[in-house]
């Protein structure tokens, strides 16, 4: 196996490092499957995480909001931290079926 650092870019247009691996001495379609299902077990994982870390500013910017009288905003702002929770929870139950 050879470690390695590898620049990842998500949908959200900034770049991660992720530890990657490379295998060897297996078949092709293995060695696919194989890293297929680690980067989706550590994209699972990651993409909790990331969501956890927008849910924090979400809600500063929910205080900000309400602060400036626009409650509405803040409403709204709200209702999406719910979604990234409900989000959040499918992705918990994604990674328990890997």
Known sequence: MRFGK???RYH???DHNSDHIHES???HGDSIESKDEKTLKIL??????HNESHEEGFREWVDKA???GKDETANN???AIEYLQKA???????KKHM
């Open 6 to 8: 590898k620049r990842v």
């Open 12 to 14: 959200h247009g900034h």
């Open 25 to 27: 001495n297996h078949s």
């Open 44 to 49: 699972l994982v990651h993409w909790v995480n």
């Open 66 to 68: 309400r602060h400036m």
């Open 77 to 79: 702002i709200e209702k």
């Open 88 to 94: 959040n929870e499918m992705l918990i139950e994604a």
